[in-house]
């Protein structure tokens, strides 16, 4: 399989870091991996390494309720005692936690260290470890405190994945529905036939979720405009996520899981504001349905979530914006909602 841009695929992509390390003679390589990576992904990825470099470990906890700047500390503390310098490479072998964090980490530590991501979760794969957006969470905001800066290689290989919890699975699913629906509506429609996949043809949709997203990225670096079209479901899933977080009554959501409910309110305000198609509308809610359990919110729970949307970072002047679609791979960036009309999503979405 090809590589896009500094992202490589199975077996390339270990020969790719190799290769790495013979070219830059790094002093010390820092693997950052949390309790399960280093449990169920060291012992797969080591082997693969051809070098007499030094390696440390450094663990982390897992959980998004780590990925936070105490995090940080003990790891730039870890870092310093075990003699990093500005030579040393740090390989991020993890989720997007440990990516987001351990590229954050890097990009301050000595004022920035070369950084290698090794995605094991698949929405570390077709998402986080991709774009160069890294950072931390601010108490229960998420991803408050950060840099984008971008890692040398990404390495993506799906034999990681054999230990994941299906849910997690699940969780990464939601984004690569996102990217079909954002920007190609023939991989939508792969996507509809998950259920009878097999481990090649996941291979194929994740190369094919990357394309997208690095071509969006690529082309906006900066989100002044199309790289916004990737928050698409994020504005409402974000808020719940984080309402689901704070509140010790309520479950947690995965991120993917929050997002899920996030398209298809998104998908509802597109039928309303934007003449999305309704037939349409109607099979992305069934889809994602299948995959993700219905969750139940009451109006007051609506009303804090709509008063959580105010500290999206992707707001401006105070205003929600929202991605919608006028069609599949049709996507508008900027518009507004009044808060009735997220009411009444909620309602078509319960
Ligand atoms: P995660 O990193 O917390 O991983 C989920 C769980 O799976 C953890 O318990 C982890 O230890 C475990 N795990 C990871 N790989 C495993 C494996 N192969 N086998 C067994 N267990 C494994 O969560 P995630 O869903 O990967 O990432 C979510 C984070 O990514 C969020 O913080 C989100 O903000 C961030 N994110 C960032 C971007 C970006 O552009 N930077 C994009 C999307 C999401
Ligand atoms: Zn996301």
């Known amino acids: 399989m090809k590589n896009i841009e500094s992202v490589y695929f199975n ?73 990093a310098d500005r030579k040393s490479l740090i390989i991020n072998l993890g989720g997007g936690v440990v990516t987001d964090l351990g590229g954050f980490v890097a990009s301050t530590y000595m004022r920035g260290v070369d950084f290698v991501n090794v995605p094991t979760t698949l929405l570390a794969m077709v998402d986080a470890s991709v774009g160069g957006k890294t950072g931390v969470d601010l108490g229960t905001l998420k991803n408050q405190i950060g840099v984008i800066n971008n890692p040398l290689l990404v390495i993506i290989n799906s034999r990681f994945l ?23 509506e023939s991989y939508w429609n792969k996507m509809l036939n998950l259920s009878d996949l097999t481990l090649n043809d996941l291979d ?10 690095n071509r969006v990225v690529k082309q906006d670096p900066t989100e002044k405009g199309l790289r916004k079209t990737l928050n698409f479901g994020h504005t409402l899933g974000h808020a719940i996520e984080s309402y689901c977080l704070q509140n010790a009554e309520r479950q947690t959501l995965l991120h993917g899981e929050a997002i899920a409910i996030g398209m298809v309110l998104a998908v509802f305000l597109s039928v309303e504001k934007l003449d999305f198609p309704e037939e349409k509308c109607v099979e992305i809610k069934d889809i994602l349905g299948q995959y993700f359990e219905k969750q139940y919110f009451t109006e007051n729970e ?49």
């Open 11 to 83: 077996e390339i992509g270990f020969s790719s870091l190799n290769n790495l390390l013979q070219e830059k003679k790094y002093s010390k390589i820092f693997i950052l991996a949390d309790e399960n990576t280093n449990r169920c992904c060291l012992p797969l990825f080591l082997p693969e390494l051809a070098t007499e470099i030094p390696i440390e470990v450094i663990e982390i906890e897992a959980g998004e309720e780590f990925k936070n700047i105490e995090t940080c500390t003990q790891v730039w503390y870890a870092l310093s005692e075990l003699g």
């Open 162 to 184: 054999a230990t994941l919890p299906a849910e997690q699975l699940r969780s990464g699913m939601a984004e690569m529905f996102k990217h079909g629906l954002i920007q190609s």
């Open 204 to 213: 194929d949709l994740i190369y094919e979720s990357v394309l997208i997203k």
């Open 302 to 350: 609506i009303e804090q979530i709509i008063s959580l949307m105010k500290f999206d970072k992707k707001n401006s002047h105070g205003n929600i914006n929202f991605v919608l679609l006028e069609d599949i791979a049709k996507p508008k960036l900027d518009c507004l909602i009044e808060n009735e009309l997220i009411y009444r999503a909620f309602n078509y979405y319960m």
